[in-house]
């Protein structure tokens, strides 16, 4: 088990974990987790000021679009932490972060376009949950929003 599995649990989500090893790129993760790439979630951490963080879930297939993001925060500028400051602020090092165990309970965005079952990062490399989105984007209390291109 890992944090993000026991926060899962705790959590009451129905889910199914893959462990698969290190991949080397989401196309070859997605497959090893037997889903699509648009299905394999990215989690991305961005800073918006000193101790204000966010998650946004991002579908595999896409990117961030930061002038989008930037208007649903009402914020002028949202930068990426550096690898340290995302570990610390989340307990998580890049290529494992999820909202799911992290040691901060940081505010949830998602894009609209996060439908099904998906799978996101279980909180160590090479692990997958696989989840209902709206179940999991219900959980979280994630603000759901059109924020990717």
Known sequence: MTRATEAADALGLTYQETRHGRVNSLEEAAAARGIEPAKLIKTIVVRLADDDYRFVLVPGDREIAWPKLRTLLGVNRISMPSADTALAVTGYVRG????????????????????????????????????????????????????TD
């Open 96 to 147: 494992t972060i999820t909202p799911l165990g992290s040691t901060h309970d940081w505010p949830v965005i998602a894009d609209e376009r996060i439908t099904g079952t998906i799978s996101i990062g279980g909180g160590d490399h090479g692990v997958g949950i696989t989840v209902d989105a709206e179940a999991l984007l219900k959980t979280l209390s994630a603000t759901v929003a059109d924020v």
